[in-house]
């Protein structure tokens, strides 16, 4: 790889240990010379795109374990560990993160970290910024910082480390990272069904939203066959409770034909992997039957979708195609979105089409006193030149 966003990369540094990753941010830092954090090159197109000419620090020779006590339940690691090496590790214990997050094979924990994506799992409510209790990150100096710690305890001052989480790297190279784990659920299904007749599939959907502890999600798209609808239920929990709320739906889906077997790693990816030709909008509501309103608009708009709820978060995500009708059906969406006061975020798709639709945040708010930190933590701002704003 030459190039990112058709700009030169200059020079690539793959550090074999924290020492050598010091002496490298130092370095390039010193000498004005622009730096991006790169792990598993999952998430370059995500975030604001690169605008200059930069160096690239890679971080996969730093994938060690730490530390790891099962009892404690807390393990540690080095940023540049791929994440389904990390659940792989825990689950040898029978513990996990608390969520599942997409493109587990190139993902990396400090990418996961940077980026702030926890997937459309959610178990308990845990985002991936809740589950962190401790990085260890490189400053400008080339000196190591620390926040939080290794063990799950008060600890005083601040949460710095929330700082490095969904800012795309914008802050220098973490090298490690503290996380607080959860056992696993005893018992994990997957259940599909194919309807005819889209309000069937409502009313069984609407009925199953509310166990948003054990179905923490749930996908409703049109299937390849014409007008038929899938609805998937994930389910976990105790055996009893899982077979239990597996056979109400068998149930309720009588004489309703058993889809195919669903590929998890597609529920995992919802939104992540799109086709160039898909378009990835997400909804924030706190009216766990927003969705309902949503597939309204499909049904009468006739548009092609995939519909993924997140009862126990609050919000849905929908993946639609980007055609000639693409601006008329967006409009439909924020409609209803602006009629049920819900946000509408244009999160992976035409950079056009997200500057068209995307909710028009206050200029005071959070984002602006990140950019304030920015320029006083990065006054060069040699960070990930671009990714948290225009520098």
Known sequence: MTTINEYKILDTFSPENKNRLSEIVLDLYSTNSKLMILGGYSKIDYGNPINANTNVIETSNLSKVIDYNPSDLTITVEAGMKMTDLTKILKQNNQFLGYKLPQLKNSTVGGALSYGYSGNYRFNDIHIRDSVIGIEAVNQKGKFIKSGGQVVKNVSGYDMHKLFIGTNGSFGPMYSVSFKVYPTPNKETLLAFEYTDLDEAI???????FFNWNIPR?????SSKENHYKLIFNIVGTNQIV???DKLIHKDSLNKSNSDSVDESYINNFGYDLGTDEI???FTSHKNDFFKSLTEVMKLS?????????????????IIYDDEKSVNNIKKLKQISD????????????????????????????SNLTKLFKNTYDKKHLFSPGKLYDS
Do not use: H, T
């Not at 009313?203 to 939203?209: L, T, V, W």
């Not at 749930?218 to 049109?222: D, E, F, G, N, Q």
């Not at 999160?347 to 056009?352: A, D, I, T």
């Open 302 to 318: 006739n548009i092609q979708y995939k519909l993924m709820i997140n009862p126990i978060f609050g919000f849905s995500s929908i």
């Open 243 to 245: 077979n239990k709320i």
């Open 218 to 222: 749930l996908s409703l798209y049109k």
């Open 203 to 209: 009313r069984i959907a609407q009925k199953y939203i």
């Open 280 to 282: 990835y909008i997400k």
């Open 339 to 366: 009629d049920n006061n819900v946000k509408l975020f244009i999160e992976r798709g035409s950079l056009k089409l997200k500057n068209k639709f995307n909710y028009k945040i206050n200029d005071n708010n959070l």
